[in-house]
């Protein structure tokens, strides 16, 4: 049974670059969640998709966008890249509404802004 | 607005003792909490959750503990294994907010042989 996917493992871009992660969910999931998480500090809640719609956002700009496909997989992506955007970014993912709290991890994408 | 804290940013001890991490919250609508372990180059794994209707949860050698009143949370791990030196985070959902998990800043767990 595969768990939460999420590619590419590394990513290096330049200031104002924009950037796609990918994120597939753990099987039988159908909601992904995805968080930031800069050194030090605990995952931050970027936003969440269920049935391909944005269901919750956290106080992140406009330049965080993203998308869940039919297949339930996800997308996040950011444009106009700052230093401040380097970070971790894990999604997770979980089982419907009733799920919603109990989520599973991907091993993330590390984003490094130059 | 740190609405989820754990003061200690890191837990030292000794095989085969208690391992007690804490974590307070703000927000009083939070209503689920759960406690997460992260190893380097690796998601964070669930670990134990609580409902607000419950005081106390156990699995296996995890056991959290919910002090309502205090806005207060803790894990303790009996007996303490060297694999379980991790990051753990303590995270909080609930209300309006319901799938937006809120997580802490972490504690380093190290476990000596």
Known sequence: DAGVTQSPTHLIKTRGQQVTLRCSPKSGHDTVSWYQQALGQGPQFIF??????ERQRGNFPDRFSGHQFPNYSS????????????????????????GMYEQYFGPGTRLTVT | DQQVKQNSPSLSVQEGR??????????????????YKKYPAEGPTFLISISS????????????????????????????????????????????SYGKLTFGQGTILTVHP
């Open chain 1, 48 to 53: 969440q998709y269920y049935e391909e719609e």
């Open chain 1, 75 to 98: 997308e996040l992506n950011v444009n106009a890249l700052l230093l401040g955007d380097s970070a971790l970014y894990l999604c997770a993912s979980s089982l419907g509404p009733s």
């Open chain 2, 18 to 35: 208690i391992s007690i991490l804490n974590c307070d919250y703000t927000n009083s609508m939070f209503d689920y909490f759960l406690w």
């Open chain 2, 53 to 96: 209707i419950k005081d106390k949860n156990e699995d296996g050698r995890f056991t959290v503990f919910l002090n309502k009143s205090a806005k207060h949370l803790s894990l303790h791990i009996v007996p303490s294994q060297p694999g379980d030196s991790a990051v753990y985070f303590c995270a909080a959902a609930g209300g309006t």
